[in-house]
Every structure is written in structure tokens, then in C-alpha cells.
């Protein structure tokens, strides 16, 4: 699978827009662009996956650039319950089976 | 709740033991997947199984098996226990066996191993 660069941390303040980037340089035109995040001792969670056009869903949305060497995750109105650690994750159709391969992610911190 | 339900929650074992964790996938899920998750080596995949068969094979140790049930609940079995097998051990589900890249993980809380 090809491989992401997120921030390590990022801040936001409780109830404004969080833009969380992850780059991926490498992606091929199969790979899906995932994001799962992990709230302290909770097991990761799906938020939103896309492969070319943006993406919205109940929990946030999905930028993703033109040339597709980019993508924004994007909280409308950050809560603390938000407070988590983000992966971008690109998942191709292999034939190796559905794993994700976790990198280090981005730790969102929400400050009240 | 995610639907994957995985016990026991915590474990407290000493060196040099065995131990089985066991997981029921999401209804209707065939796919399920082993991660393990310590402090210093992030979250790690282990193994998958589909309908009853390993499917791919990440970085699980010859001392740790697992297995997927004809009813799709499965067991990851860690034996000969050590220090550094401390961790949090989580199984996810998936409805297909992974092919296309849209496959989507549902994860269960996890089961917390301390081995003393």
C-alpha cells in the first residue's frame, strides 16, 4: 500500500472547523483514501473513505485534491468528544485480503 | 457499540502462559482481522481469516495462532507468554474478503493483555 505523511498533532478549539491533511504522493488510481480515527482506549473507528470526488457523511467530510496527491479530512464544528488519533489511509484492490495498514496518524486535540 | 464483540475486556497473565482472546464479528460479517496495538509499535496487523480460511498474514509471531469458527467467531491463541506481548489486542470485521479497496473495518473495543 502506499504511503501517507500526516502532522503528528494538530489543536483546534471546541466548535469550529478542523481540517485534518494527510498527503499522499504515491497513490495509485485504484487506491481508496480512508479515514478511521482512535479515541483514548477505544477501538478505531471508520469515518469516511473516498476515491476521486468529495465526500460527506454524517461524522465530516472528505476533500480530496485534483491530482489526488492530497486530502483534507474536514470536522464541521469540532466537539471534545472529537479528541482523537486520525489515520489517512490508502487501501488498493489487492488480492491480499481487506487489511488496513495503520501509520502514526495525526492526535487531534479539542480545546474547550 | 460496533456490533464486533470481543472478550475477555482485560487479562492479567504471568510469563510463559497461554492465553486465547476470542471474537464475534458483526452480523453478516465474514472477514475478521487481528491488530495488535502497543505503546511502542502503534497498531499492527496479525492476521485475517475469511469464512474459516487465513486470508493474509501480517507480522504475527510463531508463539501466536488463530483460527475462524464454521459460525465466524474467532480465537487468537498467544502462547509461551513474554513481557513485551503486553498490549491491546483488537479484532475488527469486514463483509467482504477485502478485494476492493472500498473495504470498510468495523473494529470491537479491544481485549487489554498484562503480562506480569
Known amino acids: 500500500d502506499a504511503k501517507t505523511t500526516q502532522p503528528n498533532s494538530m489543536e483546534s478549539n471546541e466548535e469550529e472547523p478542523v481540517h485534518l491533511p494527510c498527503n499522499h504522493s504515491?497513490?495509485?488510481?485504484?487506491?481508496?483514501i480512508h479515514w478511521y480515527r482512535q479515541l483514548p482506549s477505544q477501538g478505531p473507528e471508520y469515518v469516511i473513505h473516498g476515491l476521486t470526488s468529495n465526500v460527506n457523511n454524517r461524522m465530516a467530510s472528505l476533500a480530496i485534491a485534483e491530482d489526488r496527491k492530497s486530502s483534507t479530512l474536514i470536522l464541521h464544528r469540532a466537539t471534545l468528544r472529537d479528541a482523537a488519533v486520525y489515520y489517512c489511509i490508502l487501501r488498493g484492490p489487492y488480492n491480499q485480503g481487506g487489511k488496513l495498514i495503520f501509520g502514526q496518524g495525526t492526535e487531534l486535540s479539542v480545546k474547550p | 457499540d460496533s456490533g464486533v464483540t470481543q472478550t475477555p475486556k482485560h487479562l492479567i497473565t504471568a510469563t510463559g502462559q497461554r492465553v486465547t482472546l476470542r471474537c464475534s464479528p458483526r452480523?453478516?460479517?465474514?472477514?475478521v482481522y487481528w491488530y495488535q496495538q502497543s505503546l511502542d509499535q502503534g497498531l499492527q496487523f496479525l492476521i485475517q481469516?475469511?469464512?474459516?480460511?487465513?486470508?493474509a498474514k501480517g507480522n504475527i509471531l510463531e508463539r501466536f495462532s488463530a483460527q475462524q469458527f464454521p459460525d465466524l467467531h474467532s480465537e487468537l491463541n498467544l502462547s509461551s507468554l513474554e513481557l513485551g506481548d503486553s498490549a491491546l489486542y483488537f479484532c475488527a470485521s469486514s463483509v467482504s474478503s477485502g478485494e476492493s479497496g472500498a473495504n470498510v473495518l468495523t473494529f470491537g473495543a479491544g481485549s487489554r493483555l498484562t503480562v506480569l
Open positions: 504515491t497513490i495509485s488510481g485504484t487506491d481508496y
Open positions: 452480523s453478516g460479517d465474514l472477514s
Open positions: 481469516y475469511y469464512n474459516g480460511e487465513e486470508r
